[in-house]
């Protein structure tokens, strides 16, 4: 069974120093695992995607993750947040024929001045 | 390129009246088509998901249904809504293959 758990309900940084946004997932197979970034009364942006390629996957806005198969994470990072950052983040795993995704409880990041 | 159009953006209904979402995607053909619902202070549930016309599959029993009349149109409907049923609607597409592409969403609040 798939499964993904976001290590942290809410997290605050100030502007300009690094963002950290956890995420473990449990899978029977070689997972595809995403990153999707929603603000308020909007839908889910894709940020980026790990499709078996490249363990380091580089996105939109300056955000990167890490595919680490040997402790079943995918964290997501920025150097230096910005204030447009703050919104809620989501990690993505998808079902074994794509079909379904599984979705974290996602994190809500905030930024201060 | 492919657009994914929802509406409407907000909806305001009283209990028991009659509810109709409508979804479109233009510029892919058979895609796969989702419905997920956000309630206030809780993840993403797929309420529906469809790999093709009049092919859909629930996930989970309640007073919701969604249809499928054309290739690229997904409609989730209610013949009475409950209070419970206030959240945010998400329609979403896939091209059969990762990743999720998703609608703005439609706000609804059943008073």
């Known amino acids: 069974a798939q499964s993904v758990t976001q290590l942290d309900s809410h997290v605050s940084v100030s502007e300009g120093t690094p963002v950290l946004l956890r995420c473990n997932y449990s899978?029977?197979?070689?997972?595809?695992l995403f990153w999707y970034v929603q603000h308020p009364n909007k839908g889910l942006q894709l940020l980026l995607k790990?499709?078996?390629?490249?363990?380091l996957v580089k996105g939109i806005n300056g955000f990167e993750a890490e595919f680490k198969k040997s402790e079943t994470s995918f964290h997501l990072t920025k150097p230096s947040a910005h204030m447009s950052d703050a919104a809620e983040y989501f990690c993505?795993?998808?079902?074994?024929?794509?079909?379904?995704?599984?979705f974290g409880s996602g994190t809500k990041l905030n930024v201060k001045p | 390129s492919q657009t994914i159009h929802q509406w409407p953006a907000t909806l305001v209904q009283p209990v028991g009246s009659p509810l109709s979402l409508e979804c479109t995607v233009e510029?892919?053909?058979?895609?796969?088509l989702y419905w997920y619902r956000q309630a206030a202070g809780r993840g993403l549930q797929l309420l529906f998901y469809?790999?093709?016309?009049?092919?859909i599959s629930s996930e989970v029993p309640q007073n919701l249904s969604a249809s499928r009349p054309q290739d690229r149109q997904f409609i989730l409907s209610s013949k009475k809504l409950l209070l419970s049923d206030s959240g945010f609607y998400l329609c979403?597409?896939?091209?059969?293959?990762?990743?999720?592409?998703f609608g703005n969403g439609t706000r609804l609040t059943v008073t």
């Open positions: 979403a597409w896939t091209t059969g293959r990762p990743p999720l592409h």
């Open positions: 899978s029977s197979y070689s997972p595809s």
């Open positions: 790990y499709t078996s390629a490249a363990t």
């Open positions: 993505v795993v998808s079902g074994e024929n794509f079909n379904k995704f599984y």
């Open positions: 510029g892919t053909s058979n895609p796969n």
């Open positions: 469809s790999v093709g016309i009049g092919q």
